[in-house]
């Protein structure tokens, strides 16, 4: 019984060891990908906003809108209206090119696909 006892709390503990080992790997992705973001948001839009014209850019986001899927197109589209939601000539060029409904559905789609996984993404980092 002792044996069987020890093996057990031997097991735990691995299993303790591998879930801190993921949370600290997750907290890692997280501030990784955040550190991404930013950089791609503060650098990368604007640079190609003044390099690749609009037709351009248009085309090749619906290219990825068609290859993503419902789901995935929409947490997309919510992503893309938060990184030029402070850069007003960029906000503007998505004004025009995104059509009208999917507008409008931004703000329910942030509360209920994309809020949602920052969230459990920030649980991860906290």
Do not use: C
Not at 31 to 54: C, G, K
Not at 103 to 119: E, F, G, N, Q, T
Request: aromatic content about 8%; overall charge negative; glycine content about 2%.
């Amino acid at each position: 019984v002792e044996r069987l006892s020890s093996m057990s709390d031997s097991k735990a503990d691995d299993q303790y060891r591998i879930i801190q080992s993921i949370a600290v790997d997750s907290s890692a992705l997280v501030a990784n990908t955040s550190w991404m973001m930013d950089t791609e948001n503060r650098l990368l839009v604007p640079s190609i906003a003044e390099v690749v014209d609009s037709k351009e850019q248009k085309s090749f986001s619906n290219k990825i809108l068609m290859n993503l899927g419902l789901f995935d197109s929409r947490l997309h589209l919510v992503g893309m209206h938060e990184a030029v939601s402070s850069q007003p000539k960029e906000y503007d060029l998505f004004q025009q090119e995104i059509p009208y409904i999917p507008r409008m559905m931004i703000p329910r789609w942030k509360r209920s696909l994309y809020d949602p996984k920052v969230a459990a993404l920030d649980a991860v980092a906290n």
